[in-house]
């Protein structure tokens, strides 16, 4: 651990400086890349996006980020990375678009972890060929913060679980190092250092977002229909919590793909359509989590109305089932 390190992890949770951070972190980003060059995997989240600015603010055209469309992004949301990133603040983003990649390699899969598993390792292969395809560079960036070290049992904290991000890439992929400059900062001081850097309110309040995306919340195969219609729903929920100024009050709230079909009613005719679920929840360390006690005429509008503009879904449910027993995603 360098002596910058040791500073920095003796100040964890102190009365935190956003202005006086960034000056010292862009320092300290100059000093350990020098002339080199960095790597960065972007997934749209707050931890790597604020890395991805400080890194540009750092070291400008020394950076080049890549980001993997899986294809389970939420609607619009790859869209809206390229416009911030490459368009207002001029980052070298590479997008890759491997939705039909990922879709071709969980065809038939229905086992939960079996999906993590190829959805991993296919993030790991395409950014390895991403990387390959640029030449040499030293330094892999990572937007690691301090729950997530901690959480696996570093600088005298005791383990809770083992970090499991998609993002997380391996340490063996040929990098001289890694480039982590949120590692010792908690999620509301990242979320700080982010507006302070100018990055949109939108991007920097967003909730947590599992790096397999949708396809934790879209049960049995992976299909595109199936994950256009999540997105649809998925969008109308969040969307009315966010006019109904509701958002503040939940964590995490998301729609779910069931894979279950039930018979319905239009205009006299019968249809069998898709289960849609919507869960929102509060937790402040996401070990245990309970339920947003919204109110039900606002729940019950947001089932009809996805029920009646979500083309294939015909039902709604809200799933009341706190953490444990049920986890927050579901798979
Ligand atoms: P669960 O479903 O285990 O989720 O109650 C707890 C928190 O972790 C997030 N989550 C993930 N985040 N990669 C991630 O980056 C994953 O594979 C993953 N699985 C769950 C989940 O959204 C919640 O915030």
């Given amino acids: ?6 500073e920095r992890l003796a100040r964890v949770g102190k009365t935190f400086n956003a202005k006086k951070y960034i000056k010292e972190e862009i320092d300290a980003i100059r000093a350990q890349v020098g002339d080199k060059k960095v790597l960065l995997a972007m997934s749209g989240g707050v931890d790597s996006s604020v890395c991805a600015v400080l890194l540009q603010k750092a070291i400008g055209k020394q950076l080049t980020c890549v980001f993997v469309d899986h294809g389970y992004m939420r609607l619009n949301e790859g869209k809206e990375i390229k416009k911030v990133f490459k368009g207002k603040f001029g980052i070298n983003l590479i997008c890759v ?13 229905v ?17 390895e060929e991403e990387s390959k395809k640029l030449g040499k560079i030293e330094f892999l960036g990572q937007g690691t913060i301090f729950p997530d070290i901690a959480e696996s049992g570093v600088g005298g904290h005791k383990a809770v679980k083992a970090h499991h991000n998609v ?32 990055i949109p309110e939108e991007l920097v309040m967003r909730q947590p977002f599992p790096g397999p995306g949708l396809a934790v919340r879209c049960l049995g ?22 006019k109904a100024k ?22 006299g005719a019968r249809t069998f359509g898709y289960v849609i679920a919507i869960r929102a929840v509060s ?15 606002f729940v019950s509008m947001v089932a009809e109305k996805i029920a009646t503009k979500v083309k294939g879904v015909n039902r709604v449910v809200w799933d009341i089932t706190p953490k444990p027993p049920a986890t927050i995603e579901w798979e």
């Fill in 167 to 198: 993002g997380g890439l391996p340490k063996d992929l040929g990098f001289e190092g890694l480039v982590e400059p949120v590692k010792y900062l908690y999620k509301d001081e990242v979320r700080k250092v982010g507006k302070l850097l100018g």
């Fill in 97 to 109: 678009d491997a939705e039909q990649r990922f879709l071709d390699k969980t065809k038939g899969v």
């Fill in 283 to 297: 937790t402040s360390q996401f070990v245990k989590a309970g339920i947003v006690e919204l109110p039900f005429k």
């Fill in 246 to 267: 509701l958002d503040k009050k939940a964590q995490q709230f998301f729609a779910v793909m069931t894979n279950v079909k039930s018979v319905g009613v239009v205009n």
């Fill in 221 to 242: 195969e992976l299909t595109k229909e199936k994950l256009d219609i999540l997105r649809k729903a998925d969008f109308i929920f969040r969307d009315e919590m966010a």
């Fill in 111 to 127: 086992e939960p972890e079996l999906k993590r598993k190829i959805i991993g390792s296919e993030f790991v292969r395409v950014f």
């Fill in 1 to 6: 651990m360098t002596k910058a390190e040791k």
